[in-house]
């Protein structure tokens, strides 16, 4: 095969950055949709129109609805994972590093919204998303669980405490205190909430001050 | 009119009756249905066919899907109207309450499923049970925070404590511990997480022993 002219690879170039800004378009509208509607209920076709495609120039892109729905959970994951990543190591700094993930999500919430309904939504029988939702769940659980851990083998909380319990009890209060916040943000303050939650939390291991 | 009588009468009961089982065969196919597909994606149709009667015949008794929907909620209500009052006077009954009502839950998994894929659903844009929701989670933060405000005035727990905060953060990890053990029974222990947390909490508000 020939190689490529330089000017046949500027028009790949360009081609492909316009297809990955349509991507970025369609996923905004999709969550969106999905923010208002679920992802049961919203219609592939509203979201092509929402960014003024046809639905076979939105199919084009994603090929089905599972594969939008896909697309905003990997989005999603990324973000939960470099969190993770980033204060694993030390659990008051974890702990910590919830509510900085909370202060920043507090200033998007149809993205929350989004996700806390896909989250619930999954729970339903056959969703297409309840393997990568448990999946997420476990993996959180297992990483916030191995902090604790670390923290009890350095001595620096209680042996007696319960690992993987703590850690669930960790993503119980998020998920929870979440749900209040976006069925009244102006009643419900999730950030305050969970900085006060944490606060308990660290005076009763030892960690406070 | 004329007296009805004592066969009219007998006979009315009787049917009476018969409608009043009718509707509870009915409402636990509806919670059945809704724990499975959610109210949105449920159809009326599959629920009449549930207890086997036609459409008309199911219409009958509940006119429209909403109907089903409000009876399914005024049904939860009556629960946890009850048990709020029950252990209103006194934080620490309050507290351990939480885990009897929860011990009691853990008996029926899909009604659960039911009401917290609503409580979620009810997030979503123009859903007929956002109101509801609503109300009944101010109305428990109310009855909650009324409990800690007492504890407070009568000096057995620091008059610190921020009781609305405090009864929303008992409801986030009621509705989060939930959600988990709904993920994953196996693997979440929704009484055990719930106790080790309020046990946890009664310490910290110096009222455990």
Chains 1, 2 share one sequence.
Do not use: C
């Not at 209920?41 to 960014?51: E, K, L, M, S």
């Not at 507090?106 to 998303?129: C, Q, T, W, Y």
């Amino acid at each position: 095969m020939a190689e490529p002219t330089t000017e046949q690879e500027d028009k790949r170039q360009r081609r492909s950055r316009k297809g990955e800004e349509r991507r970025v378009q369609i996923l905004a509208a999709t969550m969106r949709r999905f923010a208002e509607d679920g992802y049961q209920n919203a219609a592939i076709g509203d979201i092509a129109r929402d960014v003024g495609l046809s639905l076979p120039g939105l199919l084009h892109h994603f090929p089905t609805k599972v594969d939008l729905l896909l697309a905003i959970l990997a989005k999603r994951d990324l973000d939960s994972a470099d969190f993770i990543s980033h204060y694993r190591s030390d659990l008051r700094g974890l702990l910590k590093g919830m509510v900085e993930i909370f202060r920043h999500n507090a200033g998007m919430i149809e993205v929350v919204r989004a996700f806390a309904i896909l989250n619930a939504e999954s729970l339903m029988k056959d969703h297409p998303a309840k393997t990568w939702f448990l999946d997420r769940t476990v993996q959180m659980q297992n990483d916030i669980a191995a902090t604790f851990e670390r923290a009890i083998a350095d001595g620096s909380i209680d042996g007696g405490i319960d690992a993987p319990a703590m850690a669930a009890e960790l993503i119980a209060i998020m998920d929870g205190l979440q749900m209040l916040w976006l069925r009244d943000p102006n009643r419900f303050d999730m950030v305050g909430g969970l900085e006060a939650y944490v606060s308990r939390l660290l005076t009763s291991l030892g960690l406070q001050g």
